[in-house]
């Protein structure tokens, strides 16, 4: 975390105090904790503070600190720790927070970080002009679904273009920031489907048919005389343990018996099987001419089985298939290190767009914003060292953009300074420049 101190003394203000409504909402806050709790309101009161002037100034700091009994250091720590209090002033009319985070960054944030650079100031947590907008980038506000999205003040705008992001800009620096809506800024409702809903589109009834059962069937007559109930006997199927042999259902006598029924069976089955002449061999009566499940594996993955040795079964009854054995393997030549293999971008290859030099590559990766795989793709563009990269002249930088798709990326992260600094001196030359080892 970067450090985080309170503005220059001259635009802090004299004194603070709550206003009438506010003062009063502090001291009933402040009620709700226990006695000797009442420390624990300095988090509502900073924040409360920043909503009446807009960031939390010096004097504000002490006079939360004198409502509530603290050291002035401790209500410091707790203003400089979290980043949502503003130490510094923001623009009278909107303060805007763009989010940055991973979704909203593949949405489209740095565009509408540039609609803020544009129209407010180019830096961040800088006043414009006439001091009414100001703006910065902040980690994740918690609407994802419907990246890219900004929040001003307590309201947060979703779904947003660089377009929409204009107007939104435009209105609050006119002081109409009233007209806008928040949340979603295109056809949805909170955060459902695109375009509304598609299920439980039916109107609900405004009444209940009221359920009514149906009549009970008449009794029937009983019987003028029951018959006297047949003797039966002891029903035993619910306790297994207990079941006599001759209870026993679906083998006809006893236990004895049907074992001497099953062994019948079997010696018969076997006899048969006997007959038939079974030996352990495919039956080739069958299946003319099977010799198992190898016989064709020759017409499979090139005559190589899945982690089979051999191309051919081994024989059947006698008869043997020749194997090649010491057939040689045929090995792919190697690849030359130093050849650089254009890469595939979207069905095509990166052309080269200017002369590799003569001489081994620089270690590309050490500049920031360079890693392997775009070192990969200047080499295949003809981008080999670190000189090269630093005479690019703006139409050389537009065409690599173009190409690579960079949006700026080789200006953004200043790849011209870094491959300048190694070019002239190596690693102790660019710690003597930006005062930091190269990645």
Request: hydrophobic share 40%; proline share 8%; aromatic share 4%.
């Amino acid at each position: 975390m970067s450090t985080r101190r309170l503005a220059d003394e001259s635009v802090q203000p004299a004194s603070f105090a709550f206003n009438a409504d506010n003062q009063a909402w502090a001291e009933k806050r402040i009620a709700l904790y226990p006695a000797g709790r009442q420390q624990s309101a300095v988090i509502p009161l900073l924040m409360r503070a920043q909503d009446q002037d807009g960031w939390v100034t010096r004097a504000t700091i002490e006079k939360v600190a004198e409502m509530l009994d603290m050291p002035y250091i401790r209500v410091l720590e707790v203003a400089t720790f979290y980043t949502q209090f503003q130490l510094a002033p923001v623009g009278k009319n909107a303060h805007i927070q763009v989010c940055g985070t991973t979704p909203c960054m593949l949405r489209g944030a740095e565009a509408l970080m540039e609609v803020c650079k544009n129209k407010i100031h180019p830096e961040p947590h800088h006043l414009n002009e006439d001091g009414t907008m100001s703006w910065e980038e902040v980690e994740c506000l918690g609407a994802c679904v419907n990246a890219p999205m900004v929040m001003i003040y307590h309201d947060v705008y979703e779904d947003l273009t660089p377009e929409r992001m204009e107007e939104i800009v435009d209105a609050f620096a006119a002081g109409k920031g009233d007209t806008i809506t928040p949340g979603p800024q295109i056809d949805r409702q909170t955060s459902a489907a695109i375009g509304g809903r598609t299920t439980l589109l039916e109107t609900p009834t405004a009444t209940r048919e009221k359920f009514v059962p149906p009549p009970a069937p008449e009794a029937e007559a009983a019987p003028a005389a029951a018959a006297p109930a047949a003797k039966t006997e002891p029903d035993t199927a619910a306790k297994p343990k207990d079941v006599a042999a001759e209870n026993a259902p679906a083998i006809k006598g006893t236990p004895k018996q049907a074992k001497v029924s099953q062994s019948k069976a079997e010696a018969e089955r076997l006899k048969s099987d006997a007959a038939a002449g079974a030996d352990g061999k495919p039956n080739t009566a069958m299946r003319e001419g099977a010799v198992g499940a190898e016989a064709k594996g020759e017409g499979i993955d090139d005559g190589v089985a899945v982690g089979k040795k051999h191309s051919s079964a081994p024989g059947i009854g006698g008869a043997s298939a020749q194997v090649e054995e010491n057939k040689p393997v045929i090995k792919a030549p190697a690849a030359d290190p130093d050849e650089v293999v254009p890469t595939q971008e979207k069905g095509g290859e990166l052309t080269p767009l200017f002369e590799r030099p003569d001489g081994p590559a620089d270690n590309l990766k050490l500049i920031s914003g360079v890693g392997p795989v775009i070192e990969r793709k200047l080499n295949a563009l003809g981008i080999t060292r670190y000189d090269q990269i630093a005479k690019l002249q703006k139409d050389d930088i537009a065409r690599v953009d173009e190409v690579l798709n960079f949006k700026g990326r080789i200006e953004r992260d200043n790849w011209l300074g870094q491959a300048d600094a190694l070019a002239r001196g190596g690693a102790e030359e660019y710690r003597k420049v930006f005062g930091k080892d190269p990645r």
